[in-house]
């Protein structure tokens, strides 16, 4: 069993930057991949960003491409989201999730965060 716990999330402005992270229970983060899904107010959950076990391979939406990096500390448990240029359309509740390889569809995951919400003002 895995807990995962995100934080970070807020309020910023258009242009601005925020950082996500999500802290995970257990002694195997390192076998976990790790992906950032969002979901914005109407709309159905989407992927963000994944990243394998080792953190050597990332996946990134188009959506966020360049501007979002995906980053995961296995000696803290720990994977993180920078957000830069963040845009009014970014504003959404961001969750953390777990799986055993890297992947990028929300059935592949095992374990869910409660989410954190994040919004970008114009």
């Known amino acids: 069993q895995v807990q995962l716990v995100e934080s970070g999330g807020g309020l910023v402005q258009a242009g601005g930057s925020l950082r996500l992270s999500c802290a995970a229970s257990g002694r195997t983060f390192s076998r976990y991949g790790m992906g950032w899904f969002r979901q914005a107010p109407g709309k159905e959950r989407e992927f963000v960003a994944a990243?394998?076990?080792?953190?050597?391979?990332?996946r990134y939406a188009d959506s966020v491409k360049g501007r979002f990096t995906i980053s995961k500390d296995n000696a803290k448990n720990t994977v993180y989201m920078q957000m830069n240029s963040l845009k009014p359309e970014d504003t959404a509740v961001y969750y953390c999730?777990?799986?055993?390889?890297?992947?990028?569809?929300?059935?592949?995951?095992?374990?869910w965060g409660q989410g954190t919400q994040v919004t970008v003002s114009s």
């Open positions: 990243i394998s076990p080792s953190g050597g391979i990332t």
């Open positions: 999730a777990a799986t055993g390889k890297i992947a990028t569809k929300q059935y592949e995951y095992d374990y």
